[in-house]
Nanobody, 119 residues
Framework: QVQLVESGGGLVQAGGSLRLSCAASGSGFSINAMGWYRQAPGKQRELVAVIFSGGRTNYADSVKGRFTISRDNAENTVYLQMNNLKAEDTAVYYC?????????????WGQGTQVTVSS
């Protein structure tokens, strides 16, 4: 059974940093990609960053140069280092995993972790 466990959210002042972690557990599947999405109150969920199995990454324009996504393949864990945080980064951050159980592909969401940036 697939499970994602997130950690690392919290309250930080503008200009500060936080690091989010998301660990995947389970067996019998292979991971295509892991990423972070966020949803602010009254807004749609949006992609923040994603890292693919080969190491390629994509970022939302709003976080380029400030956020870094990385992955520990041995631990099936993805990290999001967030620097120079801004008030507009305040949101619930969700980990997402695209995985394959042959021959099908699935998506799984974490429970979400709150990030609040005070200005």
């Amino acid at each position: 059974q697939v499970q994602l466990v997130e950690s690392g959210g919290g309250l930080v002042q503008a200009g500060g940093s936080l690091r989010l972690s998301c660990a995947a557990s389970g067996s019998g599947f292979s991971i295509n990609a892991m990423g972070w999405y966020r949803q602010a109150p009254g807004k749609q969920r949006e992609l923040v960053a994603v890292i693919f199995s080969g190491g390629r990454t994509n970022y939302a324009d709003s976080v380029k140069g400030r956020f870094t996504i990385s992955r520990d393949n041995a631990e099936n864990t993805v990290y999001l280092q967030m620097n120079n945080l801004k008030a507009e980064d305040t949101a619930v951050y969700y980990c997402n995993m695209e995985y394959r159980v042959y021959p099908n592909t699935y998506h799984y969401w974490g429970q979400g972790t709150q990030v609040t940036v005070s200005s």
